[in-house]
């Protein structure tokens, strides 16, 4: 039965569909009002800077009139979890050198389903059902074969255009009455605004083709030279697909002067009738500014398209794609081995097999501070504040510090040659770092270890084989590695 599919569809859509997620969102109102406000206009990209000062503000305000508002975190926190949520889509901008926000194809279609939820349309327009008659016509007479139906329809068009002009010539013409008039500027607007949701669904379709053909090079897919040779014959796959043709067709009518002039003379026309005095100044504006808005987010989605196809035309050239495919054939393998080996040991088996990890140090991005040059250089000598009432500090504290912060190469000197004379006196002749940590242990941990090593390659000689070192850290704790062998023959300077 198709209503077991349709569940099917709409579980998965609920799971995975953005503008269902959006809807769904416990904090919907306040997300899509805030999206709407900064984004759902004619200024459809904004810096990421930008943005989280505007939340900021919105978030503000909203705490301030509204008593128990569910939202408590900060714009750029919050802005974060709408782009992971997918409402939101984070890219580069070359001009500004910034990051930007955008909507995502989803988050348009649901502001879109809420906000016609606000202001619903109330009748069935004449002009709207008018469209849909004229376009059936048109596409049955376009698509059909049979040259009478097509020759009459012709024959129509000329009479209307006939009666048309006789009016004219007459002065019997009538003007269209405001009410259709404003009627027809309704469903204009109406269907431009769909065009910033169509071009959020051509971006979001431009991202598929281009991870598909990525996958494609990387991947085992035997037409994968045919593909490689188009890329390096200049062949632009995003721009052939379907979607890449029919935005190419829109963007080059909006690139055309001689429409677009046409455009602008027929938007004058009509904000110069007397009628649009009667519109609200929202429509007036939109209309004016028409052409400008869809240039702009017309552009934005033929940089996607180019920057994709030049991004796949450099992983080409530069052979990067070999190394892909080699990592790809290698992560697979493993994962198979990984995959035969959990079905013969558990997982919970002890290896022996010890891995030596590096570690750093991870801290809130709050405690880090921000490097200034100008501390590096020493103040004149006007500007030395001598501080008369300061406590003395004694030679051996100074010692302290100094150490603190670089080896004591004068203390491993003398150990060193210390270990050499003890050597000579049993007719050994020489000593090894290992030999000298034995009589001397490591005061400054393994920076003394290192140290032995250094002097150990400058005036030391070095032998086969490795030995075993080991020395306190400043907590307590014992460390232990292996090194190579030096040994000390003479007296070190």
């Known amino acids: ?9 709409y579980n998965k859509l609920k799971d995975d569909d953005v503008a269902w997620k959006l809807l769904h969102a ?3 109102p306040y997300i899509i009002a805030i999206l709407d406000e ?42 974060e979890q709408w782009r992971r949520d997918g409402f939101l889509v984070r890219k580069p901008n070359a001009e500004t050198r910034q990051e930007t926000y955008e909507l995502s194809g989803g988050a348009l279609a649901a502001i879109r389903f809420a906000k016609s939820l606000a202001e619903p349309r109330r009748t069935a327009t004449k002009s709207r059902l008018g469209i849909i008659f004229d376009q059936i016509t048109n596409l049955s007479v376009e698509v059909g074969a049979d040259d009478e139906r097509r020759r009459a329809a012709l024959l129509a068009q000329r009479d209307e255009i006939d009666a048309k002009l006789a009016e004219l010539d007459a002065g019997t013409y009538e003007l269209l009455d405001d009410a259709q008039a404003r009627e027809r500027v309704e469903e204009i ?12 669904f051509v ?11 990525y996958a494609k090079l990387i991947g085992y897919d035997e037409d994968y030279a045919d593909l490689l040779g188009d890329v390096f014959a200049g062949v632009d796959h995003i721009a052939q697909s379907p979607a890449g043709q029919s935005f190419r067709g829109f963007y080059n009518l909006l690139q055309d002067a001689e429409e677009s002039e046409k455009l602008y003379d027929s938007i004058d026309v009509i904000l110069a009738a007397d009628f649009s005095r009667h519109l609200p100044l929202e429509q007036r504006t939109f209309l004016r ?7 702009q987010q017309s552009r934005g989605v033929n940089e996607t398209m180019t920057g994709l196809a ?7 050239q530069s052979q990067s794609f070999h190394e892909d495919r080699m990592l790809k054939r290698l992560l697979d393998k493993s994962l198979a081995l990984a995959s035969d080996l959990t079905e013969a040991y558990p997982a919970s088996l002890q ?3 010890e891995l030596q990890l590096t570690s750093t140090r991870i801290e809130p991005l709050s405690r880090q501070k921000l490097r200034d040059p100008s501390d590096d250089v020493m103040p004149d000598e006007e500007a030395i504040v001598v501080n008369d009432g300061a406590p003395a500090i004694s030679l051996e504290e100074l010692r302290a510090q100094i150490r603190a912060v670089e080896i004591d190469f004068g203390e491993l000197v003398a150990n060193i040659n210390d270990c050499l004379n003890e050597a000579m006196e049993h007719d050994s002749g020489s000593v090894s770092v290992g030999d000298v940590l034995a009589d001397h242990p490591a005061t400054q941990g393994v920076a003394s270890v290192i140290g032995l090593m250094m002097l150990a390659d400058e005036q030391g000689a070095r032998f086969d084989g490795s030995e075993r070192v080991s020395w306190t850290t400043a907590a307590g704790n014992e460390r232990h590695a292996t090194i190579e062998r030096f040994e000390f023959i003479q007296e070190v300077q």
């Open 1 to 9: 039965m198709p209503i077991v599919s349709n569940v099917i569809t």
């Open 26 to 28: 416990q904090n919907a």
């Open 38 to 79: 900064h984004l759902g206009g004619e200024t459809v990209r904004r810096t990421v800077t930008e943005m989280n000062e505007l939340v900021d503000y919105d978030l503000q305000e909203l705490s301030e009139r509204m008593l128990g508002m569910p939202l408590s975190r900060t714009g750029k926190e919050y802005l």
């Open 189 to 200: 607007i109406g269907l431009a605004k769909e065009i910033p949701q169509d071009f959020a």
């Open 203 to 213: 971006s979001d379709e431009f991202e598929r083709i281009s991870k598909t053909l």
């Open 289 to 295: 500014r028409l052409m400008q808005t869809l240039l």
């Open 310 to 316: 030049r991004s796949l035309r450099r992983f080409v």
């Open 351 to 353: 290896l022996p097999i």
